[in-house]
């Protein structure tokens, strides 16, 4: 097999935003031929992660992926982009991380002989997170802290606050993909970063409404109510702001939970206290990390009311993403819970989607699964729950939802 023959395609461009889909091609191989297609990537903290998968050449001396079936691997069965979503990381528990999204995600995709193992050709996917045109601006505006990412055209555009998970800092990876769709988005940081509180001893809700009233009042911003878009310990944050800031008028909430949690939430002269754990419900999952499944209480049930965010103050759609084998907490129980009181107040503007054998962590398409990583309050590595194909498809749907919901619910005057 003569590898100067054999080329290996990525199309239509080997360079394309980390979103979209690419077609990658094998070519020139001897009819029937064996080989293994392999892909790596190196994050920004340096971990690498890696996936493989065999096939098998057509009589022609082809494999597409996106219609050739993979025989072993990582995974198997034809998936156009497993050879992304099911890499895994060398080390133990790590997620991807992109702390910087003015630089691409650099993925190799080798071609390498099925029976001696040996490199016979190999492409670079460029995987752009910013379209040409966007602009990307730190904000330093009173006490908020984060980036705006506004993109190309005149505008306005509707504007999405961005909360990402627990554990501090922040991270831009979703704001500048979103952006991308025709919103302005505030990735916004709350702890950990640059000089906000490195662990606080309460959520001041009063700093998000600062943050509300800073992205509200851009000039690039149609003013008439904006969107959050939330995930995990960020949706009881996201649930607080559309129940008490009348400006919110779409809400995703991603496998969050309708109470508070960890810190305790102060707006004015209303205190919400956090969940108090049932820590001793720990136990270790077969993978050999913990699942903490069992730990958060009802909080639906005696003293835990005192938790609940007042979700039937709120006046906006919302968008609640369940993953059914979410190990970190029972988001589908959660999603009900909520939805039930906004029924009982006569409110039906909400819609749940629920993944089978998703995991926790949905986050923007062909991203590495992660079934498991560190817990930051916590400070082990927890399981997350879900399988890698169906997680993947899950990641996939909804971020199909998610710009149509916001277009849908959020007015604007700008083309987008």
């Not at 505030?186 to 009063?206: I, M, R, S, T, V």
Request: glycine share 8%; hydrophobic share 40%; aromatic share 10%.
């Amino acid at each position: 097999m003569a590898s100067s023959q054999i080329r290996l395609k990525i199309l239509p461009n080997v360079r394309c935003l980390f979103d979209k889909l690419v077609q990658v091609k094998v070519e020139g191989l001897a009819p029937h031929k064996q080989v293994e297609l392999r892909s790596r990537l190196v994050d920004d903290r340096g971990v690498i992660f890696k996936a493989s998968a065999l096939y098998q050449a057509d009589e022609k001396g082809l494999v597409d992926v996106s219609s050739t079936p993979s025989l072993g691997g990582t995974y198997t069965g034809v998936e156009p982009m497993g050879l992304w979503w099911s890499m895994r990381p060398e080390t133990p528990h790590k997620k991807l991380v992109k702390k910087n999204v003015l630089n691409p995600t650099f993925v190799e995709i080798a071609v390498h002989n099925g029976g001696t193992g040996e490199k016979i050709a190999s492409e670079i996917n460029e995987r752009e997170y910013m379209m040409e045109g966007m602009k990307r601006i730190p904000v330093r505006d009173g006490r908020v802290r984060g980036v705006l990412f506004i993109p190309p055209g005149e505008g306005p555009f509707p504007g999405i606050v961005d909360l990402y998970t627990f554990g501090g800092g922040l991270s831009e990876q979703r704001a500048s993909l979103l952006a991308n769709k025709g919103f302005v988005v505030l990735a916004l940081a709350y702890y950990g970063y640059q000089d906000l509180p490195k662990y606080p001893e309460n959520l001041d809700l009063e700093y998000f409404e600062e943050a509300v009233n800073c992205l509200l009042h851009h000039p690039k911003v149609d003013g008439s109510g904006l969107g959050i878009i939330s995930i995990s310990h960020s949706g009881a944050l996201a649930l607080s702001m559309s129940s008490f800031f009348t400006c919110i008028k779409a809400t995703v909430c991603i496998n969050g939970c309708n109470a508070n949690t960890v810190f305790p939430l102060h707006y004015k002269d209303v205190v919400i206290p956090p969940l108090t754990y049932f820590l001793e419900n720990i136990r270790m999952a077969e993978s050999g990390v913990i699942d903490i499944i069992d730990v958060t209480p009802d909080p639906t049930v005696g003293e835990n009311r005192a938790c609940l965010i007042p979700i039937q103050r709120a006046n906006c759609h919302f968008l609640f993403a369940v993953s059914e084998d979410d190990h970190n907490w029972k988001s589908c129980l959660f999603a009900e819970q909520a939805t039930q009181v906004l029924k009982s107040h006569g409110k039906d503007s909400f819609q749940v989607v629920s993944y089978p054998k998703a995991g926790h962590l949905l986050e923007v398409p062909h991203m590495p699964f992660c079934p498991s990583s560190f817990h930051a309050a916590l400070g082990k590595a927890v399981l997350f729950g879900g399988q890698p194909k169906a997680h993947s498809g899950a990641q996939l749907d909804l971020w199909e939802r998610v710009p149509e919901f916001f277009k849908r619910h959020l007015n604007s005057t700008g083309a987008y």
